[in-house]
């Protein structure tokens, strides 16, 4: 479904179009009226508009039998003409330079270079947790790709240089694109465990032999996330606790 914004542009393109071909129709019509030759009212309607005249070889108009009022009347129409493609140009121009500003070049290059990839390890969503993950493991020289639904974190990536594919890693598609099938592992790290879940069901599903780890917020979800396919599944804060745990015991002890 169009958006109200795309709603107005395709009708005043509509408008634009059926505006230059009345024009241009009245062209041929008035030119037609003088010559009384079809042929020459539109080879001079093309020609203002196109430029044909060295292609169609059509006899030319004889402006000066033309009266005063013809001429003037001729001249208004070639002005018309000259008009329409201005519009039409200029239309086309503004055509693709909006398609080129819609295509995101970092995603596309971001998908291309996904698909030659082979042992690397899939993040699913960027959190503080996967923030750590990417810096560990580019420490380690490990290859990541990183699935983000976010645009504006999808652009971080990219700046940053990480390979990252804008997308919802709980679709079958997103995660094709992600090469699971030649992954070593796939993490689930959003901060939305259910969205973990979901993730985790589907990619178990697509590739049952797939190693998934996960992150869960609540302890009583990791046996879901077990069952889902998940081998390893943690809490972060749990794990924050017992390490910060072990520093206090070890300070007093």
Same mark, same amino acid.
């Given at each position: 479904m169009l958006s109200p914004s795309e709603e107005v542009t395709t009708r005043l393109i509509v408008l634009v179009v059926a505006a230059v071909m009345i024009v241009l129709s009245a062209s041929v019509y008035y030119l037609y009226t003088?010559?009384?030759?079809?042929? /020459?009212?539109?080879?001079?309607?093309l020609s203002t508009l196109f430029d044909y005249s060295t292609i169609t070889g059509a006899s030319s108009l004889n402006l000066s039998s033309l009266s005063?009022?013809?001429?003037?009347?001729?001249?208004?129409?070639?002005?018309?003409?000259g008009l329409a493609k201005a519009v039409l140009v200029g239309f086309v121009i503004a055509a693709f330079i909006n398609a080129l500003m819609s295509i995101d070049i970092r995603t596309k290059m971001g998908s291309i270079a996904a698909r030659s990839i082979r042992g690397h390890?899939?993040?699913?969503?960027?959190?503080?947790?996967?923030?750590?993950?990417?810096?560990?493991?580019q420490k380690r020289g490990a290859k990541f790709i990183?699935?983000?639904?976010?645009?504006?974190?999808?652009?971080?990536?990219?700046? /940053?240089?990480?390979?990252?594919?804008?997308?919802?890693?709980?679709?079958?598609?997103?995660?094709?694109?992600?090469?699971?099938?030649?992954?070593?592992?796939?993490?689930?790290?959003?901060?939305?465990?259910?969205?973990?879940?979901?993730? /985790?069901?589907t990619a178990h599903h697509l590739y049952p032999e797939?190693?998934?780890?996960?992150?869960?917020?609540?302890?009583?979800?990791?046996?879901?996330?077990?069952?889902?396919?998940?081998?390893?599944?943690?809490?972060?804060?749990?794990?924050?606790?017992?390490?910060?745990?072990?520093? /206090?015991?070890a300070k007093v002890s």
């Open positions: 003088i010559t009384g030759n079809t042929y /020459i009212a539109a080879y001079f309607t005063a009022p013809q001429f003037d009347s001729t001249l208004a129409v070639f002005v018309m003409d390890i899939v993040l699913c969503g960027y959190s503080q947790l996967a923030e750590r993950l990417c810096v560990d493991m990183i699935i983000e639904k976010s645009q504006d974190k999808v652009d971080l990536l990219s700046d /940053i240089g990480y390979k990252v594919i804008a997308g919802d890693f709980t679709s079958d598609e997103v995660l094709k694109k992600a090469k699971l099938e030649t992954a070593r592992a796939a993490v689930f790290v959003s901060d939305d465990e259910y969205t973990n879940l979901l993730g /985790i069901v797939l190693r998934i780890a996960a992150k869960a917020k609540e302890e009583s979800t990791i046996p879901k996330m077990h069952r889902a396919g998940a081998e390893l599944c943690i809490v972060p804060e749990v794990l924050a606790g017992l390490d910060m745990g072990d520093f /206090i015991l």
